[in-house]
Every structure is written in C-alpha cells, then in structure tokens.
C-alpha cells in the first residue's frame, strides 16, 4: 500500500513539474503559428508521451533489480529458517527424531513376530514339549 501511496505522489509531483513548466515556458504552443519559438501540439504529446515512456521503462528497472534483490533474500530467509527448524527436530526428543526412531525399529524388527505366550503358559505348567 505504501508503494502505491509512494506512486500516486510521485505522478501528482510530476504532472504538478509539467504543469508549472508548461505555464511559464517562453514556448508558446499553437496550431501551425510561423513564429520563431513554438511547437505544434503533435510535438506536445509526442514529448509528453517520450516522456511517460522514459518513466515507465525506468519504473521497470527499479521493480526488476527490486524483484531480483527481494528474491534472493527470500531465498536466504528460507534456507535459514529450514536449517533452524532442521537442528531443532533432530535434537533428541525432536518430531524428526522421534520419526526416526519409530521407522528405525520398524525397519530393525522386521519380519519379528513376538513368541506365543499361550505355548509359554503351558510350558511352565510342568508340560514339555
């Protein structure tokens, strides 16, 4: 919104230049007059639309080497804030740690099926087996 605000004052400002310039110019403007100092009104919006011109293509750069220097930061913030959240969940009772450990005895124990203990139960009752 700022840069909005930043925008609107600075075409205000400009028109306002353009304006002042135009009143008191000693160059009179006039359809096709044969004095020395004049310029007809093609002239005019030609060189007020060379102008706009120049501006937007300048307004262009600035937003483009802008773009490219808030991308980079982003870029940077990023790769900051996941190094942070990395070393902070792999520290020991971290969410990444404790994932890990869970796949790590899942992986170890495998094909592991606990021993039936009903065939405990009747061992230990004097039966063998």
């Known amino acids: ?8 004052v600075g075409v205000a400002l400009g028109i306002a230049i353009c304006a002042l310039i135009w009143m008191y110019s ?14 007809s009104y093609v002239d005019v919006v030609s060189i007020m639309l060379t102008a706009v011109s120049v501006i937007l293509g300048a307004l262009g750069f600035v ?15 990023v790769t900051t804030a996941s190094r942070e959240f990395l ?30 203990t009903e065939f405990e139960e009747e061992a230990d009752d004097g039966e063998k087996v």
């Open 1 to 8: 919104m700022y840069l909005t605000i930043k925008i609107a």
């Open 63 to 77: 937003v483009a080497i802008l773009a490219f220097i808030g991308w980079n930061s982003i870029g940077d913030k």
């Open 87 to 116: 070393r902070e969940s792999v520290k020991e009772g971290g969410d990444l740690h404790a994932l890990v450990k869970k796949e790590a005895k899942s992986i170890i124990y495998r094909g592991i099926e606990p021993v039936d």
């Open 26 to 39: 000693p160059v009179q403007v006039t359809r096709n007059s044969p004095a020395s100092i004049s310029i």
